[in-house]
């Protein structure tokens, strides 16, 4: 799957990332779905009180890549002390997706056909 990133210059541009697509019925996927189906988080501030600077860094790269690729209906559906976990929705040209950015992976879900 491509994403975007920003180059040297600031600008967004299109780069590989390694997506891993999960089977919907996969024990990882559910729990996925039914996190983003519970949550109501939709900032960074619904989440944490004060959140670091990193922490708002990396809401706004996820944030810029989600509006870039067209996703929609943004969710954080997990968040401890170190990390959060953000989700969002993609109409893609071969099906509905629904994307997992975590610290470590970013993975996907066909929703639809």
């Known amino acids: 799957m491509q994403v975007f990133t ?3 210059f600031g600008d967004l541009e299109v780069s590989d990332w390694a997506t891993k697509e999960l089977n919907r019925k996969s024990k990882l996927a559910q ?3 039914k996190c983003y189906s519970r949550s109501k988080i939709t900032s960074l501030y ?3 009180k004060n959140p670091s600077t990193l922490k708002q860094r990396i ?22 002390t170190f990390v959060f976990t953000y989700a969002y929705v993609v ?3 071969d099906g509905v997706y629904l994307l997992i950015e975590t610290a470590t992976t970013r993975y ?3 929703l639809s056909y």
């Open 91 to 93: 109409s893609a040209f």
């Open 6 to 8: 920003k180059n040297d």
């Open 31 to 33: 729990h996925f779905l």
């Open 108 to 110: 996907s879900i066909k």
């Open 59 to 80: 809401f706004q790269q996820v944030n810029a890549i989600r509006e870039k690729i067209g996703g929609y209906d943004p969710r954080i559906i997990s968040h401890n």
């Open 46 to 48: 619904g989440a944490y």
